[in-house]
């Protein structure tokens, strides 16, 4: 069965290394991941003739004001502020750009900084509407609106907190072998349930901390990234969802349900076969309800799924291999695109964390956009390691930049 992307790899993995602070700005992030990105695939700024950027900070910049920034003279620029969803999204319309004779080599890029009141103003003009709703209750900012969403989900299923926190410790196991996690502290499940609690039932451990970084990615035909030798991933299937099940009073299953067995028969494979799952976790209860709604388990099985799995990456379910945003960190938009990168790099062998052991194929998932009571964005895929040339080009997969590119 075709999938649709056969003549489409993802290459050229490249991180810019995290830090809690930074004076630079969202520019200089951007511009670090794609001159790294350029150098270690071995090309230069002319030969991009398509880019995707996902940007919380660039504000008031969008795309277009990068393209001059950058000096890039492109045929083909999508601007996508969709979250944690923009990295799934960025691939798929970079594959269909690249198919339609729009472009033949799509840069991904994503990035934030993290000054000191950068937090603050994101959330002050991220969604009128969120703000509108929140404010007759004198509250507002991700951790309420996630306590709502997690508390109705919990209502709803019976679910644990010691659940998220199995989820919680595990990703942390993973981000002690990974180099650009800001948390380096083991966390164990009863620290996890003694921690302080922010917004009822969300924790400390629940909550991601935001911080500057940036992580990027190359969409090219095949045969472009075997001729410059580089190593890739393909995808064999690609969905996005927006405002899914709009009709719930509040959200406890995400869009990913309306196409879940199109991106199955697409993919030509079922969730069983897939060695590692990266899903978008800026809070547990969120990638719980991926797993779920992507076909993992039941509706509401979490806590046996959860407890019957070793989801470190030597385990029986890896999950989040690179210790996700929550104890990588949250570097904004590039939260999105953590996922991706992290599954390039284990399905072509060069992770730089600890390794999934022989991965072949793998699920990546995204969310973002979250208006109070739900997330507007939802989108998914399913990769596959391709075949490899047979001398490859030297890529850097991280950089600690200390020089605006």
Aim: hydrophobic residues 40%; charged residues 15%; aromatic residues 10%.
């Amino acid at each position: 069965m075709s999938t649709g992307f056969e003549d489409i790899v993802i290459t050229a993995p490249t991180s810019v290394a995290y830090t809690r602070f930074s004076n630079e700005s969202a520019h200089w992030w951007l511009l670090a991941a794609l001159r790294d990105m350029l150098a270690g695939a071995g090309l230069r700024p002319a030969d991009i003739d398509g880019l995707t950027v996902s940007s919380f900070t660039l504000h008031p910049d969008s795309a277009v004001g990068f393209t001059q920034h950058a000096g890039l003279s492109l045929g083909w620029l999508e601007h996508l502020p969709m979250g944690g969803a923009s990295g799934v999204i960025a691939l798929r319309r970079a594959a269909r750009a690249i198919q339609c004779g729009d472009a033949s080599i799509v840069a991904c890029l994503s990035g934030d900084t993290n000054q000191l009141d950068s937090f603050r103003q994101t959330l002050s003009r991220f969604s009128h509407f969120s703000n509108d709703a929140a404010w007759p209750y004198g509250s507002g900012g991700a951790n309420g609106y996630f306590a709502l969403i997690a508390d109705h989900y919990m209502r709803r299923f019976g679910i644990a907190r010691e659940t998220f926190g199995q989820i919680a410790a595990a990703q942390r196991s993973n981000a002690l072998y990974y180099p650009h996690a800001l948390m380096k502290t083991p966390l164990s499940v009863e620290q996890y349930l003694d921690a302080r609690m922010i917004a009822s039932p969300l924790g400390l451990f629940d909550c991601v901390m935001p911080c500057a970084g940036s992580e990027s990615f190359m969409v090219m035909r095949a045969d472009t990234a075997h001729r410059l030798g580089l190593p890739a991933v393909r995808p064999l299937a690609i969905i996005e969802r927006h405002n899914g099940f709009a009709e719930d009073p509040v959200q406890f299953r995400g869009g990913w349900t309306y196409d879940r067995d199109q991106l199955w028969q697409r993919a030509g494979c079922a969730p069983a076969d897939m060695d590692f799952v990266q899903t978008y976790d800026d809070y547990p209860v969120i990638s719980l309800m991926q797993l779920e709604d992507l076909g993992f388990f039941e509706k509401g099985a979490g806590d046996a799924f959860i407890a019957g799995h070793d989801l470190t990456c030597g385990g029986s379910f890896p999950h989040n291999t690179s210790g996700g945003q929550l104890s990588v960190g949250q570097a904004g938009a590039a939260g999105g695109f953590l996922g991706i990168v992290e599954a390039v790099r284990q399905l072509t062998g060069s992770a730089i964390g600890a390794a999934v052991p022989n991965a072949r194929r793998a699920l990546v998932s995204g969310f973002g956009m979250v208006n109070y009571d739900r997330g507007v964005c939802s989108a998914a895929a399913v990769l596959e390691r391709a075949n490899q040339p047979a001398t490859a080009a030297r890529h850097p997969t991280t950089t600690e930049s200390e020089a605006a590119a």
